[in-house]
């Protein structure tokens, strides 16, 4: 049971490149969540889905797009990268219905944009 | 929306209690958190309190919740140097999509 992977752990884009962000989960969890984490600045949430097929928009989702086509993969792309958008990247996953709703989260990934 | 605010650091001895603490703004926050990430690492849940509960305690853990102010608290007892991490308030709503909103993250050091 790996829990939460995230691919790639660290990359480093010039500015108007694209990228692909993958995370997966192996625990069957129906909600899946993008976050950046920046310094002093906490974690903020980019892009959520409740379910395979669906996916909506968080406090920061402005040069991200993202896509769930299997339950147990949530994908996040940046299609022309700024530098504004360096960041530590992290999923993460949650099951409904069952109290605490805890949050499983990936390594992270960390991405510079030059 | 919720709104939840943390001090951004604090230093204590090996030994020592520390007590981090955390506010939010909506009153009909119903899950609070308590998350753990340690350097390069992604978070990990440390430990939770429903808002029907005052107090909770788990090992050298302390969480301690007043509704009326809106404010809650992690007390760690004996702190260890394993400690030092950056520990995240969170706050959920009922219904919805649970959702939490968190705080910006307080920043952990033990001196030894």
């Known amino acids: 049971n790996a829990g939460v992977t995230q691919t790639p752990k660290f990359r480093v884009l010039k500015t108007g490149q694209s990228m692909t962000l993958l995370c997966a989960q192996d625990?069957?969890?129906?909600?899946m969540y993008w976050y950046r984490q920046d310094p002093g600045m906490g974690l903020r949430l980019i892009h959520y889905s409740v379910g395979e097929g669906t996916t909506a928009k968080g406090e920061v989702p402005d040069g991200y797009n993202v896509s769930r086509l299997k339950k147990q993969n949530f994908l996040l792309g940046l299609e022309s990268a700024a530098p504004s958008q360096t960041s530590v990247y992290f999923c993460a996953s949650s099951t409904t219905g069952i109290t605490p709703y805890e949050q499983y989260f990936g390594p992270g990934t960390r991405l510079t944009v030059t | 929306g919720e709104d939840v605010e943390q001090s951004l650091f604090l230093s204590v001895r090996e030994g020592d209690s520390s007590v981090i603490n955390c506010t939010y703004t909506d009153s009909s926050s119903t899950y609070l958190y308590w998350y753990k990430q340690e350097p390069g690492a992604g978070l990990q849940l440390l430990t939770y309190?429903?808002?029907?509960?005052d107090m909770k305690q788990d090992q050298r853990l302390t969480v301690l919740l007043n509704k009326k102010d809106k404010h809650l608290s992690l007390r760690i007892a004996d702190t260890q140097t394993g400690d030092s991490a950056i520990y995240f308030c969170a706050v959920s709503l009922s219904g919805g999509s649970y959702i939490p909103t968190f705080g910006r993250g307080t920043s952990l050091i033990v001196h030894p």
């Open positions: 625990m069957n969890h129906e909600y």
């Open positions: 309190i429903f808002s029907n509960m």
